[in-house]
């Protein structure tokens, strides 16, 4: 584990995450600390800080440090900023936003290469936010099962997401009008991090549909294995929220789920991404 001159990485668990304790990122930071945080950021797949009190202006300038700030095509916008997305929960809504394992955006050509959460207000229990690392995911496969995967590519869409019916029990709407269509591309089933050239498992219960050159019906035991595996207690951590908490994570190699348990309570974060390149 890497040593960091500006601030301490607290690992969450023994296969990913980390909580950055000692640096303030409310306020201009230098290259330095920038560089360490990306550091960690590339380490970890997903670092969080505490006590962050962030306008929506200073999680944009936060986002910039790392990378153009990304429009997300589904999501209501909400507030003077397309960027920040309000990702709310009303007490009386009944689903939530990221419910199911996912990589965030993954219909599109190129998905977001991260994401930033700040936290404003959280249920008195529930909420939290589990990751799972994908590197191991795909170390963890078989030989065999890593020869059959070479090469291959599933077919994103958003239609689970978006569209018709998306809306019902949720605060944070998504699109659904009639001009609507769904999008999709097709991204490998192994995918390569353009930073560290590790390999990491590419497919989610969200977006990943079938196989490219194969039916729904053919595709799907080999698909509902690998969700299932990919998400085992072993490859996970678990984040609780409180007010001014932030996640920074990496959508190249790691997936998350929204825990639904908090009926009867708000829960008001605010989210900015980070446009990525075309999975290789």
Not at 71 to 98: D, F, Q, S, W
Not at 144 to 167: E, F, I, Q, Y
Request: glycine letters at 8%; a negative charge; one cysteine or more.
């Amino acid at each position: 584990m890497g040593e960091y001159r500006h601030f301490e990485a607290k690992p969450l668990s023994g296969a990913v995450g980390a909580v950055l304790h000692g640096i303030d990122i409310s306020h201009d930071l230098a290259d330095d600390q920038i560089a360490e945080i990306r550091e960690a950021l590339l380490e970890y797949l997903v670092i969080f800080f505490r006590d962050q009190r962030m306008s929506d202006e200073r999680l944009m300038t936060f986002g910039r440090y790392f990378g153009e700030l990304y429009l997300h095509p589904n999501l209501a916008k909400k507030g003077p900023y397309p960027e920040v997305i309000h990702v709310v929960k009303e007490p009386e809504a009944t689903r939530v936003v990221g419910a199911e394992w996912h990589t965030d955006t993954g219909h599109v050509e190129c998905p977001p290469m991260g994401a930033i959460l700040h936290a404003l207000e959280v249920p008195p229990k529930g909420g939290d936010t589990l990751f799972s690392n994908q590197y191991l995911a795909y170390e963890s496969l078989s030989d065999g099962l890593k020869a059959t995967l070479d090469g291959m590519k599933a077919v994103h869409d958003d239609s689970r997401v978006a569209g018709p019916n998306a809306n019902k029990g949720r605060s944070t709407e998504t699109r659904d009008d009639e001009e609507w269509t769904p999008t999709a591309n097709a991204h490998p089933v192994v995918r390569t991090h353009p930073e560290t050239g590790r390999k990491a498992l590419y497919v989610n219960v969200a977006s990943a549909h079938y196989f490219e050159g194969m039916t729904k019906e053919e595709s799907q035991p080999l698909l509902q294995y690998l969700f299932k595996h990919s998400t085992q207690p072993e490859f996970t951590c678990r984040f609780t929220w409180a007010p001014g908490s932030v996640a920074f994570w990496d959508n190249r190699c790691l997936k998350h789920i929204a825990v639904n348990d908090y009926q009867g309570y708000r829960r008001d974060m605010r989210r900015v991404q980070l446009c990525g390149d075309r999975p290789v």
